[in-house]
Nanobody, 119 residues
Framework: QVQLVESGGGLVQPGGSLRLSCAAS????????MNWYRQVPGKEREPVAG????????IYADSVKGRFSISRDNVGNTVYLQMNSLKPEDTAVYYC????????????WGKGTLVTVSS
């Protein structure tokens, strides 16, 4: 059974930092591109960051470039999202996604972790 379990969310003041983690089980982790998405109530889920299977290539949404950093540990089957200089508009539920190059072979989601940026 595939499980993606996010952790690390919480309440942080503007300008602060959080580190999200996503622990994967039930998949061959190194075969999957790993992604972080976020969603605000009433809006569509949007991509935040992605990292290739062996971690060489990363991609970020323009809104988080220079502030967020994605990384992965293929031994520990975990992907991370380091979030710095947080802004109130970063408030959202953050979801972990594991996707094969051909998504029909595997495309899985975690249940999300809430990040609230507020003073």
């Amino acid at each position: 059974q595939v499980q993606l379990v996010e952790s690390g969310g919480g309440l942080v003041q503007p300008g602060g930092s959080l580190r999200l983690s996503c622990a994967a089980s039930g998949i061959t982790f190194s075969r999957y591109t790993m992604n972080w998405y976020r969603q605000v109530p009433g809006k569509e889920r949007e991509p935040v960051a992605g990292i290739s299977r062996i971690g060489i290539t990363t991609i970020y949404a323009d809104s988080v470039k220079g502030r967020f950093s994605i990384s992965r540990d293929n031994v520990g089957n975990t992907v991370y999202l380091q979030m710095n200089s947080l802004k109130p508009e970063d408030t959202a539920v953050y979801y972990c996604n594991a996707r094969q190059v051909n998504p029909s072979l595997g495309d899985y989601w975690g249940k999300g972790t809430l990040v609230t940026v507020s003073s």
